[in-house]
């Protein structure tokens, strides 16, 4: 796992347009039009990162999902046996809470999840492993989120996996031996179609949930051509996603049956 982030933070944006500037640095004597092309592509790249528009834009390829209304939720019981809350993440040792809490993302998905086995009368599944190695999983502070903030309980954890792929397999298992097939998937709207790709290569039936769309109006002054940190840290999302999208069925096509 250790071995895995380092190359990660490396070899995708931002850290990849960081080695092209550190690049055009080195190679500015000895190679001088080498040197401009990495530090065009680099800052480039960091520009476009940068935008909210590109956000917005990039989000739109990803998110294929139509939402759920609200209208819809009270009839997710006849359509399926169970709700799964995919982890967002988790910051640790808040000193506020006194001790590790969900990422503002997992509560997004915590709180949506909660307002739809409120309305269907359906039992929750969280599923998310730990965060390097270190408890408490994911889905155990899931849970304890569901249960202390929204008054829900949470009938299963799956508190071992560390992929989109492993939540569809171990949420699989889990969900099998009460012979459960047909669930509703609650994520982030750009994560969906990966996710539903792994529970369904699982044999369950899935009713898609997203949430958190970010292809929708940037609402920014100029239409989001100016820089923001905040969308640097979303395109990096975006690609990641991107990026999954395209390897998971080469990686797991093939353990799916494909």
């Not at 990849?16 to 004597?29: E, I, K, M, Q, S």
């Amino acid at each position: 796992m250790p071995l895995r982030y380092i190359l990660k933070q490396l070899f995708l944006p931002p850290g990849a347009l960081l080695l092209l500037l550190l690049a055009a640095w080195w190679l500015r004597r000895r190679w001088p039009r080498v040197a401009a092309g990495c530090f065009l592509l680099g800052c480039g790249g960091l520009w476009l990162m940068s935008l909210p528009v590109t956000v917005e834009w990039s989000a739109r390829l990803l998110e294929r999902e139509a939402p759920l209304l609200e209208g819809q939720w009270p009839a997710l019981a006849q359509r399926a046996e169970a709700i799964v809350v995919l982890g967002g993440g988790r910051e640790r040792d808040d000193p506020a809470w006194g001790g590790d809490q969900p990422s503002a993302m997992a509560l997004e998905r915590l709180r949506y999840a909660a307002r739809l086995a409120k309305a269907s009368g359906l039992p929750l599944l969280t599923s998310g492993g730990l965060h390097y190695g270190q408890p408490p999983s994911e889905a155990a502070l899931g849970a304890e989120v569901l249960a202390r903030d929204h008054g829900v309980a949470v009938r299963w954890q799956e508190g071992a996996s560390r992929t989109t792929w492993e939540n569809a397999t171990r949420s699989a298992e889990l969900l099998g031996r009460a012979g459960v097939t047909r669930v509703v998937l609650v994520t982030q709207a750009w994560h969906m179609p990966r996710a539903r790709w792994c529970f369904e290569r699982q044999g369950l039936e899935v009713v898609a949930a997203p949430l958190g769309f970010l292809g929708v109006a940037n609402g920014r002054p100029g239409g989001g051509w100016l820089p923001e940190a905040r969308a640097v840290w979303q395109s990096s999302l975006l690609l990641n996603e991107a990026l999954g999208l395209l390897a998971y069925p080469l990686f797991y096509g093939r353990a799916a049956g494909e």
